[in-house]
């Protein structure tokens, strides 16, 4: 018969015990990341720029936004205001994305500055950031 395990050996065992592998959460759009899991949020918004500078803010002091498709996006932080200038941000993209949907349900995780004529050659329907304005 099996003698019970003291405190000490059961929990060195559960510490051994091998952990499956996470699955990759977040969705590379080529120009915005998306989080796919239902439950998950993004803490911050990071914004990458053609340079190699990037910034971040976080949303909880995302205060407005306002769309126009003429103007792009304008997003009003509790710090300041970020333009997104581009094209395609309230078009399906593929799995059934929205990018501006998913920026109001803080599932983007970052926006990249682009090349537009380069993004628009290589697809023309994706989202594209063409330039963004930090004022």
């Known amino acids: 018969m099996n003698e019970p395990k003291n405190l000490m050996e ?3 065992t559960r510490r051994s015990t091998p952990k499956e592998p996470e699955e990759e959460s977040e969705e590379d ?3 915005f990341g ?3 899991g239902i439950k998950e949020r993004s803490i911050m918004l990071e914004f990458r720029f053609l340079n ?3 910034e971040a803010m976080p949303y909880h002091s995302l205060e407005r936004l306002v769309y126009n498709p003429s103007e792009g996006l304008l997003l009003q932080f509790h710090d300041g205001k970020i333009r997104l200038k581009g094209q395609k941000f309230n ?3 593929s799995n059934g994305i929205v990018f501006l ?4 349900r803080n599932r983007i ?3 990249q500055e682009s ?3 380069k993004a628009k050659i290589l697809d023309p329907n994706r989202v594209i950031f063409s330039k963004i304005e930090i004022g």
């Open 10 to 12: 059961r929990l060195d």
């Open 29 to 31: 759009f080529g120009s």
């Open 34 to 36: 998306y989080l796919r």
């Open 52 to 54: 190699g500078n990037t």
């Open 91 to 93: 078009t399906v993209q």
């Open 101 to 104: 949907q998913a920026l109001l």
């Open 109 to 111: 995780t970052w926006v």
């Open 115 to 117: 090349d537009e004529l």
